[in-house]
């Protein structure tokens, strides 16, 4: 008995003078085996996205039943995301507020009210998302032949600039002030959009010259990117799976930028044309 005990005990020395020892080794290597496990988490959203795509697809039956097949060929891809297009743009003439359209394959951004386009500017560069541009016909019909709606909008712009001056003392002065730049608009302007099915649009000004800008910037992009690495540690922990969210960004004019994010209201809807 007493023999067995001793062995026991010594076993257990033995164990944990291993462990001591090598202890540094033995948590670096936990470590780097958390760390690729996180890598390939975050690797396969993607795929978890794709196959979210498909269900939304297979879960309505009768868009499944009215879909023609023939559609699916690959040479028809460009004149059905066109199609789609057209749809889209019809549905959204019903809306009674101002609107807003982003057309990639022409690179303009439109707000448009009951269908009357009420001002257009030029995407002067874009970066398109890996999953979005390889979507089939039929997924891609499903999505965008209908208006998405802005779940969340967040931008460094004010939304309702105020101005206040001093009442003029006469009629000379009140035209003087009148011509008076608003200063507010002179912020550098940059807006993010999340869509429905997870969808999000990142407008950005296409210059940046000063140092103010180039670190507005920085934030703006540092606080998106916190922001995702926080999700995806939270589903990390709760063995969730992690959660895609295909991304376009938008660089174009920063005057045009911010009277677009003035002028489309909270609950607005997009329509989007990818077909790139």
Same mark, same amino acid.
């Given at each position: 008995?007493?023999? =067995?005990?001793?062995?026991?005990?010594?076993?257990?020395?033995?164990?944990?003078? $291993?462990?001591?020892? =090598?202890?540094?080794?033995?948590? /670096?290597?936990?470590?780097?085996?958390?760390?690729? #496990?996180?890598?390939?988490?975050?690797?396969?959203?993607?795929?978890?996205?794709?196959?979210?795509?498909?269900?939304?697809?297979?879960?309505? &039956?009768?868009?499944?039943?009215?879909?023609?097949?023939?559609? =699916?060929?690959?040479?028809?891809? &460009?004149?059905?995301?066109? &199609?789609?297009?057209?749809?889209?743009?019809?549905?959204?003439?019903?809306?009674?507020?101002?609107?807003?359209?982003?057309?990639?394959?022409?690179?303009?951004?439109?707000?448009?009210?009951?269908?009357?386009?009420?001002?257009?500017?030029?995407?002067?560069?874009?970066?398109?998302?890996?999953?979005?541009?390889?979507?089939?016909?039929?997924?891609?019909?499903?999505?965008?032949?209908?208006?998405?709606?802005?779940? &969340?909008?967040? @931008? !460094?712009?004010?939304?309702?600039?105020?101005?206040?001056?001093?009442?003029?003392?006469? !009629? @000379?002065?009140?035209?003087?002030?009148?011509?008076?730049?608003?200063?507010?608009?002179?912020?550098?302007?940059?807006?993010?959009?999340?869509?429905?099915?997870?969808?999000?649009?990142? $407008?950005?000004?296409?210059?940046?010259?000063?140092?103010?800008?180039?670190?507005?910037? $920085?934030?703006?992009?540092?606080?998106?990117?916190?922001k995702n690495i926080y999700k995806e540690i939270f589903?990390?922990?709760?063995?969730? /799976?992690?959660?895609? =969210?295909? #991304?376009?960004?938008?660089?174009?004019?920063?005057?045009?930028?911010?009277?677009?994010?003035?002028?489309?209201? #909270?609950?607005?809807?997009?329509?989007?044309?990818?077909?790139?």
């Amino acid at each position: 008995m007493k023999l =067995n005990l001793f062995r026991s005990l010594h076993e257990w020395q033995l164990i944990s003078s $291993f462990f001591v020892i =090598n202890k540094f080794k033995i948590l /670096k290597s936990a470590g780097l085996i958390i760390l690729l #496990t996180f890598v390939i988490h975050v690797g396969v959203s993607p795929l978890h996205k794709i196959n979210e795509f498909k269900r939304l697809v297979r879960a309505d &039956s009768l868009f499944v039943e009215q879909y023609d097949s023939v559609y =699916n060929h690959p040479d028809l891809e &460009s004149l059905v995301k066109e &199609s789609s297009y057209k749809q889209a743009l019809l549905k959204l003439s019903e809306q009674d507020s101002i609107q807003l359209i982003i057309n990639l394959h022409d690179s303009i951004v439109c707000l448009s009210i009951k269908g009357v386009i009420i001002h257009e500017t030029h995407i002067n560069n874009f970066k398109d998302d890996k999953v979005l541009k390889k979507l089939p016909n039929m997924e891609y019909v499903k999505l965008f032949s209908q208006a998405l709606k802005i779940q &969340s909008q967040w @931008a !460094t712009i004010v939304k309702e600039p105020i101005v206040v001056r001093n009442a003029p003392k006469d !009629t @000379a002065e009140a035209a003087l002030n009148a011509y008076q730049p608003d200063t507010l608009i002179q912020k550098p302007a940059f807006m993010k959009l999340e869509l429905d099915h997870g969808i999000h649009i990142i $407008f950005e000004q296409d210059l940046n010259p000063t140092f103010k800008h180039k670190f507005v910037r $920085f934030i703006f992009k540092a606080k998106i990117n916190v922001k995702n690495i926080y999700k995806e540690i939270f589903h990390f922990i709760r063995f969730q /799976k992690s959660e895609y =969210n295909p #991304t376009i960004v938008i660089k174009m004019p920063a005057d045009d930028l911010r009277a677009i994010y003035r002028a489309f209201p #909270t609950n607005a809807y997009v329509v989007l044309n990818i077909n790139t």
